[in-house]
T-cell receptor, first 112, second 116 residues
């Protein structure tokens, strides 16, 4: 089945630094979603991408849907302590399929 | 966007018993999804539940182990049956929904299950 390879698995950064993470796949996806999960909570949607090549921002977050439809990245600028958590990419594999495939997650730790 | 209330938030259960997890959505939705998140892992889809029909299970998940009910368009339950320690995970329900300007899938806060 389809798989998403998310990297890096973990990041340790200083407050104020920029963050970049990405997901790749050998399969085509029609929608890419980026989620953040805090301890004891369900994932919360950060950004959704619907078209190949699309570049979208949400505050300090920027994400892009790769032109090949097989990859996506998420950037966080000027990190702050509340950015700590686990970030997941998720893809909707093909038109009409309403289930998601998730990446393995990127655990972000910020040193103050 | 849909808001999901999931309960219980956590439970500790004896092996061999069953636990039923409930999800209530504040609006009518066509499809609801149940995921499992094993400790330190990503989310894996268990099944998709439509109102009025049998749930569709993903490879590796069977109805006898994870029976699902979907009695109406705002509610669903997942039962984890005959539990073993390997079933210790976070179970999450999901439905279509959005946050702010983005539309995707919304998740409940999860049920953290520990089987002893």
């Amino acid at each position: 089945g389809q798989q998403l390879n998310q990297s890096p698995q973990s990041m340790f950064i200083q407050e104020g630094e920029d963050v970049s993470m990405n997901c790749t796949s050998s399969s085509i996806f029609n929608t890419w979603l980026w989620y953040k999960q805090d301890p004891g909570e369900g994932p919360v949607l950060l950004i959704a991408l619907y078209k190949a090549g699309e570049l979208t921002s949400n505050g300090r977050l920027t994400a892009q849907f790769g032109i090949t439809r097989k990859d996506s990245f998420l950037n966080i600028s000027a990190s702050i302590p509340s950015d700590v958590g686990i970030y997941f990419c998720a893809g909707q594999p093909f038109q009409g399929a309403q289930k998601l495939v998730f990446g393995q997650g990127t655990r972000l730790t910020i040193n103050p | 966007s849909a808001v999901i209330s999931q309960k219980p938030s956590r439970d500790i259960c004896q092996r061999g018993t069953s636990l039923t997890i409930q999800c209530q959505v504040d609006s009518q939705v066509t499809m609801m999804f149940w995921y499992r998140q094993q400790p330190g892992q990503s989310l894996t889809l268990i099944a998709t539940a439509n109102q009025g029909s049998e749930a569709t299970y993903e490879s590796g998940f069977v109805i006898d182990k994870f029976p699902i009910s979907r009695p109406n368009l705002t509610f669903s339950t997942l039962t984890v049956s005959n539990m073993s320690p390997e079933d210790s995970s976070i179970y999450l329900c999901s439905t279509e929904g959005g946050k702010g300007a983005f539309y995707g899938y919304t998740f409940g806060s999860g049920t953290r299950l520990t089987v002893v």
